[in-house]
C-alpha cells in the first residue's frame, strides 16, 4: 500500500527540540521530492521545508531558517524533519508530502505543541 | 515566492447549488496548481492537479480550469459530503504556497 506515515510529535517546552519521522511504504523516495507542510490550529496550509530525492535541492520558509533540518535515509525510505529552537508558534500539525509530477501522496500528520 | 490568493474565504450554500472558489497568483506558472479538500481533524485531500486533471476516485461534480495566475474550482451541484474547506495549492516551483483556504458551509 502507498503510504506515508509521520511520527514523533508531543508536546514540548520552547527552546527545546524535536525530531519527526514520515515513513514511506510502497515506494522509493526516487525521483520524488520530499515537503513538510504544517497547520496551526485553526489556521490554513503553510509550507515548511522541501528536499530532493538526492539532498541536492534544499529549500525552507523563512519561518523555520535556521532552527530547522529536513533530511533523509533512503535505505530506509524515511523522511525526518530535525526542529531545534521550537517556539510556541512552530505549534501545528506537521504532514509530509510527496511531490512526484503532482502533490499526490500526503500522510495523516502530527501534532507538535510548543508549551511550557 | 508565489503568492496565491483565494476567494471568497466563507461560502454559505445549500445542496445542489453551483459553487465556485477562485485563486489568483502573483506570478504566472502556467497549470501546476491543485485544489484540496480538508475536513476537521482531516489531511488535505488532493481533487484537482495540473489546474484541470481530476485525482482518480473524486467525483465528476468536481472541476478545476484556468491558467497563468487565475484559476477556479467548481462544484457542479453540491452534495452533503461537500461541505468542508478548500485549499488552492501552487506547486510549479519547489517553494510551494497555498491559498488562505475557503470554508464552504450550510446557508
Known amino acids: 500500500q502507498v503510504q506515508l506515515v509521520e511520527s514523533g510529535g508531543g508536546v514540548v517546552q520552547p527552546g527545546r527540540s524535536l525530531r519527526l519521522s514520515c515513513a514511506a511504504s510502497?515506494?522509493?523516495?526516487?525521483?520524488?521530492?520530499m515537503h513538510w507542510v504544517r497547520q496551526a490550529p485553526g489556521m490554513g496550509l503553510e509550507w515548511v521545508t522541501v528536499t530532493s530525492y538526492d539532498g541536492t535541492h534544499i529549500h525552507y520558509a523563512e519561518s523555520v531558517k535556521g532552527r530547522f533540518i529536513v533530511s533523509t535515509d533512503n535505505s530506509k525510505n524515511i523522511l525526518y524533519l530535525h526542529m531545534n529552537s521550537l517556539r510556541p508558534e512552530d505549534t501545528a500539525v506537521y504532514y509530509c508530502a510527496r511531490d512526484f509530477s503532482s502533490p499526490d501522496l500526503w500522510g495523516q500528520g502530527t501534532l507538535v505543541t510548543v508549551s511550557s | 515566492d508565489i503568492q496565491m490568493t483565494q476567494s471568497p474565504s466563507t461560502l454559505s450554500a445549500s445542496v445542489g447549488d453551483r459553487v465556485t472558489i477562485t485563486c489568483r497568483a502573483t506570478?504566472?506558472?502556467?497549470?501546476?496548481l491543485a485544489w484540496y479538500q480538508q475536513k476537521p481533524g482531516k489531511a488535505p485531500k488532493l481533487l484537482i492537479y495540473?489546474?484541470?486533471t481530476l485525482q482518480s476516485g473524486v467525483p465528476s461534480r468536481f472541476s478545476g480550469s484556468g491558467s497563468g495566475t487565475e484559476f477556479t474550482l467548481t462544484i457542479s451541484s453540491l452534495q452533503p459530503d461537500d461541505f468542508a474547506t478548500y485549499y488552492c495549492h501552487q506547486y510549479s516551483t519547489y517553494l510551494w504556497t497555498f491559498g488562505q483556504g475557503t470554508k464552504v458551509e450550510v446557508k
Open positions: 506570478q504566472s506558472f502556467s497549470d501546476w
Open positions: 495540473k489546474a484541470s
Open positions: 510502497g515506494f522509493t523516495f526516487n525521483g520524488s521530492a
